[in-house]
């Protein structure tokens, strides 16, 4: 998925940036839910648009994706809307010793659901390193389905097998053209 976000970054194709679901009602109905501001990541940042609302929030936000072009385009966006945002370039499989520890919020808003098996493995094992106890993660995924270059996807079964140890507390159907969840685990 690298490549792909790469490439579209590099011609200027970045429809997620838009999506009105990640500046919708649902996200901030849960981050209300969420203890804090404290430390805040961003996996998978894109353009930053999720790290400067939790930013304007009050959070202490890192934020960590792949793609250099990404990171140059959310420390503009930071910059130009006046909040103080870290962002590093960084594989998730191994963002531990890239952005360090003790998180109490982590956001993904569609990396985990590109991944493949062993970088979702990866991604799970380096979730536990980065986040304080009783960590939220608030993630956005894609259900699985079998269409063109889009993410795979991910099913609520699956969240609960390769997350035990986190709690499922949340689970928000959202409709952006195929059907896609916000969730909320805490660590347990």
């Known amino acids: 998925m690298s490549i792909l976000y790469r490439f579209a970054y590099g011609i200027g194709f970045r429809p997620w940036e838009h999506a009105d679901v990640s500046r919708g009602a649902h996200f901030e109905a849960l981050l209300e839910s969420v203890p804090g501001p404290g430390r805040a990541l961003d996996v998978g940042c894109g353009g930053g648009e999720l790290s400067i609302r939790l ?3 009050g959070w202490d936000v890192t934020g960590i ?4 072009a990404a990171i140059e385009s959310a420390t503009a966006a930071a ?26 919020l982590i956001v993904d808003f569609g990396c985990f659901h590109g991944l493949s098996g062993s970088e979702r493995a990866a991604y799970r094992r380096q979730l ?3 986040s304080a106890p009783r960590a939220t993660l608030l993630m ?13 996807g991910v099913g609520s079964a699956d969240i609960e097998q390769i997350f035990a140890g986190w709690s499922v507390e949340d689970e928000v159907s959202v409709r952006v053209g195929f059907h896609a969840k916000w969730y909320r685990l805490v660590r347990c």
Not at 79 to 104: K, Q
Not at 140 to 151: I, V
């Open 140 to 152: 956005f995924a894609f259900e699985p389905h079998f269409r063109g270059p889009l993410p795979r």
């Open 128 to 130: 536990d390193r980065v």
């Open 55 to 57: 930013a304007r929030h």
């Open 65 to 68: 994706d792949n793609v250099p």
């Open 79 to 104: 910059e130009g809307a006046g909040v103080e945002v870290r962002f590093v370039e960084g594989d998730v499989t191994v963002m531990a010793d890239t952005v360090g520890t003790g998180y109490g």
